[in-house]
């Protein structure tokens, strides 16, 4: 596609379950990002990969919170034994550099995750 | 901290005049800016962007100002449109051309007034 998909763009899950949400980059993007967006703020950091290596994960608010993209195209977030907190907007987007040298980060619809 | 600040969550303006929004920011480091726009149910989407070694960018109707000395950059629309209602983030990366992580604002939400 022209764009960053994500699937799903929907999800409910009771207290304790595992969830895994998945993003389309860009073909040919090297750069992908993930970022949490709680209702009213802006989008926050969570991890950041170049190809299949994850180069940031100082975003990732605990343990529970993993991502991986094995073959440096599709990117994956799973967060175990979800919590109420993790109630947010889950953003991925990817860039690559273009001819003027800058990345730009192009951000897909998100996925909004509700936790009760 | 908050080292991306957009100090008005909302502002309206008449369709045809300039729309103003502003940002402030703490961190010395950033040296990339950009600004995304977005619409609700969807992701943001950029707008227009500013490295550190300008003060101006220009783009259509859209022009980013920035002050590296008062840590200040500043959006117009001119001339504003129905369509240009949404909330608009202001983003910095300390990265000179992007490719890091992107630090946000809270938005603001900007209303055109028919």
């Known amino acids: 596609g022209a764009g960053v998909s994500q699937s799903p763009r929907y999800k409910v899950a009771k207290r304790g379950q595992d969830v895994a949400l998945r993003c389309d980059p860009i073909?040919?993007?090297?750069?992908l990002f993930w970022y949490q967006q709680a209702l009213g703020q802006g989008p926050e950091f969570l991890t950041y990969?170049?190809?299949?290596?994850?180069?940031?994960k100082s975003g990732l608010p605990s343990d529970r919170f993993f991502a991986e993209r094995p073959e440096g195209s599709v990117s994956t977030l799973k967060i175990q034994r979800t919590q109420q907190e993790d109630s947010a907007v889950y953003l991925c987007?990817?860039?690559?550099?273009?001819?003027?040298?800058?990345?730009?980060?192009?951000f897909g619809p998100g996925t909004r995750l509700t936790v009760l | 901290d908050q080292q991306v600040k957009q100090n008005s969550p909302s502002l309206s303006v008449q369709e045809g005049r300039i729309s103003i929004l502003n940002c402030d920011y703490t961190?010395?480091?950033?040296?990339?800016f950009l600004w995304y726009k977005k619409y609700p149910a969807e992701g943001p989407t950029f707008l227009i962007s500013?490295?550190?070694?300008?003060d101006k960018n220009e783009d259509g109707r859209f022009t980013v100002f920035l002050n590296k000395s008062a840590k200040h950059l500043s959006l117009h629309i001119v001339p504003s449109q129905p369509g240009d209602s949404a909330v608009y983030f202001c983003?910095?990366?300390?990265?000179?051309?992007?490719?890091?992580?992107?630090?946000f604002g809270t938005g603001t939400r900007l209303t055109i007034i028919p």
């Open positions: 987007a990817s860039s690559t550099r273009d001819r003027f040298g800058t990345d730009t980060q192009y």
């Open positions: 073909s040919g993007h090297v750069s």
């Open positions: 990969f170049q190809n299949e290596a994850q180069l940031d």
């Open positions: 961190n010395s480091m950033f040296d990339y």
């Open positions: 500013i490295s550190s070694i300008k």
């Open positions: 983003a910095a990366s300390a990265a000179p051309f992007g490719n890091e992580k992107l630090t």
